[in-house]
């Protein structure tokens, strides 16, 4: 169902999901939309029966373990593969010995990340024109 891009091909699936949600669906510029993060970040690929649906890439950033550029193909949806990504993402992210995380939550999806134990920080902001929100999860037992 989800693993760690290890080939080409998986990383060639990713971007394909990637570029059906966010430069389709979402309308983000594809200069904005890839960036230089690809060539050292933890790229996931979710597949069913074959099919690539999701996507998801994992970078370090300020000692927390960033959750970028999720996405599921609009098809899939509603049908909860959402949260086994995050939940998939947060785990490798834990293998690698990560203990906070962040995310750069669209305005209407932080309810879908306070369901993982998300907090907002700070006010919204755009990004690639659309309205987000920092949050942070933080599992390390210290304060914020």
Known sequence: MFTVVTNLNDLVKVFIVRGIVFLEEQKIPYL???????????????????????????????GYAKLERVAIRKAYRRKNFGHRL?????????????????VHAQAYLTGFYRKHGFVIVGDVFKEATIDHYVMIRDDSGQQK
């Not at 995050?86 to 962040?102: D, N």
């Open 32 to 62: 904005i939309e890839r960036d230089t993060y690809d060539y050292s970040a933890i790229h996931i690929l979710g597949e069913e029966n074959g099919e690539p649906f999701a996507s998801g890439r994992i970078r370090a950033c300020d």
């Open 86 to 102: 995050t939940e998939f993402m947060i785990s490798v992210a834990r293998e690698q010995g990560f203990r906070k995380f962040k």
